[in-house]
């Protein structure tokens, strides 16, 4: 009996192939735990079980399907799966040789593990066409991992199942391969497997023959007749790649403008450039414009933001910013959909400006690429690790360049903290826009060499800012807009001071609560009546707050004990056995909360706020209402909110806890100070967002 931890339907299958236990745990071929299957999958594939081959050296895994999973629209089923973002990969066996005088090639792990396990030195690709990839004219060349054998003078048999003597896509693939290495200087033949009833393969012949059998087979070389049909497709396919024409570069460069260029007038340029294609507040219109120059010098800072383009709806204008951006940006390359290893490797290669459109279509169930997306924050973490598939090395790929991401809601906590937020609204009828046209890259060319002059003239002066930051309270958000004030500090007053008002007007919109400071937020309000209290009553007052994400969460169904329980562990705070009156059961104690609340909620806003201004032009930027404070940093009136009507008699007073400040109503409730403060008007006589009565009732 085996000692294999395998599931029986998966050593039943190995065994069908000849393979010892001593082989299989060699080769490392375990079973996939279920609670892993999705999220290999990445969605809720209706299989029983998957069987894992990995691959060595290299991190890959291949996996086989119990039972094979037929998509509707397809005529054959799914039995092996490798992520659809990894390029073709070779097996080798534990006992394989590079070095010996005769190499096998076939198909598929389990027969080059037969193989090897009967003295045979034998590897596999993944698939009769897994040895090549297109090269970037089109051309098929063998992959990576090719390089790692000596082929000059080796004897080479490739020994496909035997129906390849009746598939002409087999025999092409066989024939494909065995020229591709017959130019590299080996001897190629290949070995012709006698035809069973069904199909011949080298694991079940080896499980029936010997190996002084199989080595008494017929071999062919490619010059054979046999390979006459495939030769022709093979002469077919290039003279199609001949009439080809010549791909395009991915990205291209722009010479730079002949002449020095006036930042105040390429900057206005861009500015209008925008307004007359998409509708967009006049803050949002100032970032674009200087985001865009940023994609031309982003170089010459340490920090490198996002710019996150989102909508509550579709049909906002959000792909016609991104179409806009991409004829004013520096290399811009604009997709719809876009894999993890596409992203670093395209950044590797070309160092494009990428422009992600519907990205709420798949950047949510993406850690993999939400962390690629992080990384490019900043210099020193822009990189990710892959394992090169030649040298089996370690090898390092940058994901440092311009970056805009385009979706319905809002993204990920973690990278909308890393992004400048443009928020788009679907235009009205009196709002009138120009299309952009067909030709609309080709037209903006002059502007985008001048955009790249402007950055070449003031590279220097760009690294060496230092310039003063108006104060937000948030440290990430002066770090991205660091850059973009640079920037506009060297375009000239009108630019500077513009910029510092559509930081702290975007800064106010887009500080959106990361879930775990909406919750701190909440359970403080609750606090404000009590030091102590039970978690079953702490989760019902959440539940019951309007318009908070308690009662709708996960599912449609209502946070938990154990749900809020996992939202705190992450602060150190557990619940813990606590009397209210004759009462005892789990719950938690204000004073548990005292240092987390210090550290991640702000006790005051931020000291400078702007009024949310009409679209206005450039021109406009001096007119702004504006004053100076001590570290010459431009602002603009604050708001003062008004307190509600039922709050008729107010005092401030310290709690016992000495917490914060609250406010005491005839009512009798207590309330944050925080909940007034963050009442904010949108308009003269807009009511506040937050209903004090609420929480004191």
């Not at 010059?223 to 024409?245: D, G, R, T």
């Amino acid at each position: 009996m085996s000692n294999l931890n395998l599931d029986p339907l998966h050593l039943e299958d190995l065994r069908k192939s000849g393979l010892s236990d001593g082989t299989i745990k060699d080769a490392g071929i375990y079973t996939v735990p279920r609670d892993q299957i999705n999220k290999i999958f990445g969605w809720d594939i209706p299989i029983d079980s998957l069987l894992a081959f990995p691959y060595q050296g290299n991190g890959f895994v291949r996996y086989k399907l119990f039972p094979p999973y037929k998509k509707k629209e397809e005529t054959r089923a799914q039995k092996y799966y490798q992520k659809p973002d990894t390029p073709p990969h070779l097996y080798f066996p534990p006992d394989f040789d590079r070095t010996a005088e005769t190499i096998l090639i076939t198909e598929g792990e389990k027969k080059a593990l037969k193989a090897c396990q009967e003295g045979l030195n034998c590897f596999a690709s993944g698939g009769i066409w897994n040895f090549a990839v297109k090269d970037g004219k089109g051309k098929s060349q063998l992959i990576d991992a090719f390089n790692s054998i000596e082929w000059v003078d080796r004897k080479v048999e490739l020994v496909p199942d035997s129906d390849f003597h009746k598939k002409l896509e087999v025999k092409h693939a066989v024939y494909r391969l065995g020229t591709m290495l017959e130019q590299r200087g080996a001897n190629v033949s290949v070995v012709c497997l006698p035809i069973s009833e069904s199909v011949g393969k080298l694991d079940d012949y080896l499980c029936k023959h010997s190996v002084d059998e199989f080595e008494k087979l017929k071999r062919v070389p490619l010059s054979h007749k046999l390979f006459s049909e495939a030769k022709k497709q093979e002469k077919n396919a290039e003279k199609q790649l001949e009439k080809q024409p010549e791909k395009k570069p991915i990205v291209e460069d722009v010479e730079p403008w002949e002449t020095p260029v006036n930042g105040y007038e390429l900057f206005k340029t861009l500015y209008d450039v925008i307004k007359k294609h998409v509708v967009l507040d006049h803050h949002s219109l100032v970032a674009c414009t200087l985001w865009t120059i940023l994609t031309y010098c982003y170089n010459s800072f340490r920090i490198l933001p996002l710019l996150a383009i989102s909508s509550p709806e579709k049909r906002c204008g959000k792909t016609t910013l991104l179409e806009t951006l991409g004829g004013l940006a520096n290399k811009p390359l604009l997709a719809s959909s876009i894999t993890p290893s596409a992203i670093f490797r395209t950044i590797e290669k070309c160092s494009p400006c990428l422009l992600i459109d519907e990205a709420d279509t798949f950047i949510k169930d993406n850690d993999e690429l939400r962390g690629i997306l992080n990384s490019g924050h900043t210099t020193k973490s822009a990189f990710v690790i892959r394992t090169n598939t030649e040298t089996l090395e370690p090898e390092r790929f940058s994901t440092w360049g311009p970056k805009a991401v385009s979706l319905i809601g809002a993204l990920p906590d973690t990278l909308s903290d890393r992004s400048i937020a443009i928020r788009m609204e679907r235009k009205i009828v009196s709002e009138r826009v120009k299309r952009v046209s067909l030709d609309f890259d080709e037209g903006h060319l002059v502007l985008r060499r001048m955009c790249q002059r402007w950055s070449n003239d003031n590279t220097e002066s760009l690294k060496n800012a230092k310039p003063s930051m108006p104060e937000t309270g948030n440290d990430r958000a002066t770090d991205n807009w660091l850059p973009l004030i640079c920037i506009a500090d060297i375009a000239g007053q009108e630019w500077s001071e513009g910029s510092r008002n559509t930081m702290l007007a975007i800064e106010k919109v887009s500080a959106n609560d990361t879930t775990t400071q909406i919750l701190l937020k909440d359970i403080r309000i609750i606090f404000a009546a009590s030091d102590k209290i039970f978690s079953k009553e702490l989760v019902e007052k959440l539940i019951q707050i309007e318009d908070h994400l308690w009662g709708d969460w996960r599912r449609g169904k209502p946070i938990t004990q154990s749900g809020l329980a996992r939202l705190l562990k992450p602060f150190g705070i557990f619940s813990k056995t606590i009397r209210i009156d004759e009462n005892t059961s789990k719950g938690y104690a204000l004073e548990q909360f005292l240092d987390t609340f210090n550290r991640y909620l702000p006790t005051v806003p931020p000291i400078q706020s702007v009024t949310t201004s009409q679209p206005a032009s450039v021109k406009d930027f001096i007119a702004f209402q504006s004053v100076t404070q001590e570290d010459d940093v431009t602002v603009v009136n604050r708001i003062k909110p008004k307190l509600v009507n039922d709050c008729d008699v107010v005092t401030v007073e310290n709690t016992e806890k000495g917490v914060n400040r609250v406010l005491k109503t005839e009512k009798q409730g207590l309330v944050s100070l925080d909940i007034i403060n963050s009442i904010t008007l949108a308009g003269k006589n807009t009511q506040p967002i937050i209903n004090v009565e609420e929480f004191l009732g």
